[in-house]
Nanobody, 117 residues
């Protein structure tokens, strides 16, 4: 199994980025997917979560700015980030949480998003 995140980078305040997370060799629809982030010196926190049935939740600090989505046919999850702010600077991690018994949870290695102040 490989978890491959991409799309991070340096963007000016107010700009946009689109993160992607592709996971190979799993039955993607059996996993709830999430984006988490961790800023330097802070704990990892949930950004957005999308269940296999497409139920979605967002943390308050990204509501109205970020959109999470998934394409089960491509084993890929996305995070469209608009109106980025300096406080969004963090490493963003992809998480796959199994909805089946004895499934394995997966984490990506992270992709860095930098929004300078």
């Amino acid at each position: 199994v490989q978890v491959v995140e991409s799309g991070g980078g340096l963007v000016q305040p107010g700009g946009s980025l689109r993160l992607s997370c592709e996971i190979t060799r799993i039955i993607f629809r059996f996993y709830d997917m999430g984006w988490y982030r961790q800023a330097p010196g802070k704990q990892r926190e949930l950004v957005a979560y999308i269940e296999g049935g497409d139920n979605i939740q967002y943390s308050d600090f990204v509501k109205g700015r970020f959109t999470i989505s998934r394409d089960n046919a491509k084993n890929t999850m996305y995070l469209q980030m608009n109106n980025l702010k300096p406080e969004d600077t963090a490493t963003y991690y992809c998480n796959a949480h199994p909805t089946i018994n004895h499934g394995v949870e997966y984490w990506g290695k992270g992709t860095l998003v930098t929004v300078p102040s």
